[in-house]
């Protein structure tokens, strides 16, 4: 069989079973990751050679020399695949395979699985239900925007991760405050209606435009809640005969059809508004989700997505089909949280659901998992009381629209 080589690209430490994976099936792997994570436990058995690029700033790397390193690169080796294991990693990895022609998602579908303005843009152009949003270019256009739709608004980074960046804004003079502080990249965010209701995830496996594996879950708190409030991380994964499951599965197949994704994970996140119970969409990305959302998943359905993508990569280079198993039918569940010990006493949360604890410096981290939803639930709530009683840390959030 004909060994292939593949970078991976990723400015975070994640994709261990990817890459552990690749390896197993008969592939070369190439790592380009940050200087300052070299230390980290990489699957050093898998990994056969490992470059390194400085940060400018957290997850920002110099593209140009980016540019040059792997030209180097590919002057001595042939390059089949480049994959970003992170959602920073994925326009690098766009710009490495537009300028040296290799297969997979260019620059121009990748904005749409980036760029938080394009993916609305889009969206609403394809018949799927966004919050009101609009660029803040424009003086005219936001005060037109903020006078036709009610405070509160968000503002957004058009490229953060997760909730990085985000402020919510309740009037006029705050909104215009934020707007000048951000000074010259004010060009870099947009503006959105504020939709109060549950927040809801799907991670999703696309092989040859067709998606073959979903999974659908929901927050117990938002991941913008903790973001700026601190707490407790919960989510749960929802049966797949429920009318929420079955919706979230019809619109993100819509999505990801009229996004153009061809082939790979996606972690893609809805709400459902309070007030007219309508399934909004909020953002998507082409990766696997993060904040051990993997873990949650694997409980559930016995699907390792890391692996499983990593198959599809493979098949892919080596024109083969794939097919995914038949998922498990379980109930997960997951919780993580910052506390004051760096090695959390677990004694007090044994039950016979718990899959795992995750060893996370500083944090609490448990996977659930039983034949009952309601079982699950009993025991995200039961240990979140435990948690905020007794172990809860709180950092005050980092502004990083005034920093």
């Known amino acids: 069989m004909e060994e292939k080589s593949i970078v991976c690209i990723s400015c975070y430490y994640k994709g ?5 994976e690749m390896k197993k099936l008969g592939n070369k792997i190439i790592l380009i990751t940050s200087e300052n994570i070299k230390e980290k436990n990489w699957p050093w058995h898998a990994i056969d050679e490992v470059f390194y690029m400085p940060e400018l700033k957290p997850s920002v790397w110099n593209l140009d020399h980016l540019i040059q390193g792997f030209s180097h690169l590919m002057q001595t080796r042939k390059i089949d695949a480049v994959v970003a294991l ?7 990895a766009a710009l490495i395979r ?5 297969p997979g998602m260019g620059q121009t579908t990748h904005r749409y699985f980036r760029d938080k303005l394009a993916m609305r843009q889009k969206a609403k152009d394809s018949g799927i239900n966004v919050p009101e949003f609009t660029p803040v270019f424009n003086n005219d256009e ?4 903020i006078e036709n739709v009610p405070a509160p608004w968000v503002l957004k980074p058009r490229s953060e991760a997760s909730a990085s960046g985000i402020k919510k804004i309740l009037n006029k003079e705050q909104l215009w405050e934020a707007l000048n502080a951000l000074g010259e990249e004010r060009h870099l965010f947009l503006l959105e209606s504020f939709k109060p209701g549950d927040v809801y995830h799907v991670d999703s496996l696309t092989f040859n435009k067709e998606v073959v594996f979903t999974s659908a879950s929901k927050y117990l708190a938002p991941p913008m809640q903790v973001s700026h409030e601190g707490g407790v ?3 749960k994964t929802l049966g797949r005969l429920s009318e929420e499951f079955k919706a979230l599965d019809e619109v993100n197949t819509k999505l990801l059809s009229s996004f153009g994704l061809l082939n790979g994970a996606t972690h893609t996140e809805f709400i459902r508004n309070k007030e007219d119970g309508k399934w909004y969409f909020l953002e998507t990305s082409s990766r696997v989700g993060g904040a051990h959302i993997p873990d949650l998943v694997e409980a559930s359905s016995n699907i390792n997505i890391w692996r499983e993508w990593a198959k599809i990569e493979d098949a892919l280079l080596r024109a083969k089909d794939y097919t995914v198993a038949r998922p498990a039918e379980y109930y997960s569940g997951l919780i993580i949280a910052l506390i004051k010990d760096q090695h959390p006493d677990y004694g007090d949360f044994e039950c016979d659901e718990i899959v795992k604890y995750l060893p996370i410096d500083y944090h609490v981290g448990i996977v659930y998992k039983s034949e009952n939803a309601d079982v699950v639930q009993e025991r995200l709530d039961t240990a979140a009381e435990k948690i905020n009683t007794h172990m809860l840390n709180i950092l005050p959030p980092k502004d990083k629209l005034m920093s």
């Open 86 to 92: 992170d959602d920073y990693d994925v326009e690098k």
């Open 142 to 145: 936001v005060n037109t925007f």
């Open 16 to 20: 261990y079973d990817f890459m552990d």
């Open 98 to 102: 537009e300028t040296f022609r290799i």
């Open 233 to 235: 991380f919960r989510t």
